[in-house]
């Protein structure tokens, strides 16, 4: 069956950085676009970054741009989001989401804590 994985999160301080990694399993991953959300208590999930199933095209929320990068890695069927100048505002869980066949699928999450 589908399984996406989360790794990567844990307590930051303000203006560091922190890459996160989803594993995925059971699907055609390279076949797949693939996203990170993330969700706060009290706040709708919202989408972070998209890519392509190639990786060749990349989209990010505006507020996020310059700072979240998305990439991928077909051969290890493993996405990523490096994660830079991270702010208070950007505590969360972080969701790996999959688009398998119009199907959305999803992770159990890594918990990123920006906070001094």
């Known amino acids: 069956q589908v399984q996406l994985v989360e790794s990567g999160g844990g307590l930051v301080q303000p203006g560091g950085s922190l890459r996160l990694s989803c594993a995925a399993s059971g699907f055609t991953f390279g076949r797949s676009p693939m996203s990170w959300y993330r969700q706060t208590p009290g706040k709708e999930r919202e989408v972070v970054a998209t890519?392509?199933?190639?990786?060749?095209?990349?989209n990010y929320v505006d507020s996020k741009k310059g700072r979240f990068a998305i990439s991928r890695d077909n051969a290890k069927n493993t996405v990523y989001l490096q994660m830079d100048s991270l702010k208070p505002g950007d505590t969360a869980v972080y969701y790996c989401?999959?688009?398998?066949?119009?199907?959305?699928?999803w992770g159990k999450g890594t918990l990123v804590t920006v906070s001094t």
């Open positions: 890519i392509t199933s190639t990786g060749s095209a990349t």
């Open positions: 989401n999959a688009d398998i066949g119009g199907g959305s699928y």
